[in-house]
């Protein structure tokens, strides 16, 4: 992680420092500016977004009993006040935590999901929600976004400007401006990919974090092994439509899920449809991950899923 936000100033240093030989140092400050005030704007009134397109309705104690003394323990043992606790109405199988704090986190589960799960699987996945309050992953994800979004600005004000302001054959004017919008672009797309990097470590942190607080590996596992299926049946079409542009609040991603569940059935030794210790760790030594998958994990905020249950393989 401290690699990662070091990449990322490095990158947005290096081309404020290009802006800056070839424009002044006063136009990429005002990008720098704009982009956080809209991050800021995006942070504080993200959760009422959230709500409403993840069909959040939040539940007393006395509607869920079992939820909130699941949420509540495992908070306790997390160290963190107790977020408030929520239905997802989506068909789709998921469990999610958003907010702006540690006070102010929401923690959710969808309908289908606590159908699905048995008690510990259920534990480990809130376990794993709770870890990402724990380590303020919603902040720090939010923060470090501020980054592709500056380069982004920078490309598409220089784009035009140089497209339209110097003609695009003006050597003195047009040709500098669509340099710097070239080189703003492919910072963006690299920058991108840097903060993707981080979600998916974000990711294992929050899987180790379910495994420290419920000691049971497998159960996680077992867990996501369950929502890909859940999610593999859904007609993709429909899923992508309606929550394409919320995958990152997804545990697995429902667009992959048909061909991550291909792999990840192969844990599944005596077809019952979970995973329980021994499989775990007989997958954890057999699997491995395709070069094509590896390639295309670059480009996910959540890391492989063959990737991820080897790795809690690890921690028996």
Request: hydrophobic share 45%; with cysteine.
């Amino acid at each position: 992680m401290l690699f990662a936000v070091f990449l990322l100033f490095a990158v947005i240093y290096s081309l404020l420092i290009v802006i800056a030989t070839f424009a002044g140092v006063g136009t990429p400050l005002l990008y720098a500016v704009i982009a956080v005030a809209l991050v800021a704007v995006q942070f504080f009134i993200g959760p009422k977004i959230v709500e409403r397109s993840m069909r959040v309705r939040y539940v007393s104690e006395q509607e869920q009993p079992d939820l909130h003394r699941m949420v509540t323990e495992l908070a306790m043992k997390a160290g963190i006040p107790k977020p408030r606790v929520g239905i997802s109405e989506v068909p789709i199988p998921n469990a999610f935590a958003f907010g702006t704090s540690k006070k102010k986190a929401r923690v959710c589960v969808t309908r289908s999901l606590m159908q699905m799960l048995t008690q510990g699987e259920l534990e480990a996945v809130i376990g794993h929600e709770l870890s990402h309050i724990k380590h303020r992953d919603m902040v720090v994800i939010t923060a470090l976004s501020v980054i592709p979004m500056i380069c982004y600005f920078i490309y598409f004000s220089f784009f035009w400007s140089g497209l339209f302001g110097g003609g695009g054959r003006d050597r003195e004017g047009g040709l500098p401006m669509m340099a710097i919008a070239i080189i703003a672009f492919v910072m963006y797309f690299i920058s991108n990919l840097i903060v993707l990097y981080a979600s998916r470590v974000r990711e294992y942190y929050a899987d180790a974090g379910s495994v420290e607080l419920t000691n049971r590996p497998h159960e996680l596992a077992s867990a996501l092994y369950k929502m890909i299926y859940g999610s593999a049946g859904l007609k993709q079409e429909k899923v992508k439509k309606e929550f394409g542009s919320m995958r990152a609040f997804f545990a697995a991603d429902p667009m992959t899920a048909r061909n991550d569940l291909k792999d990840l059935s192969a844990a599944d030794l005596d077809r019952d449809g979970k995973i329980d210790e021994h499989e775990l760790r007989v997958f954890a030594e057999r699997a491995s991950v395709s070069r094509t998958d590896r390639a295309m994990e670059l480009f996910s905020t959540h890391p492989n899923p063959v990737s991820r249950v080897k790795k809690l393989g690890s921690y028996l």
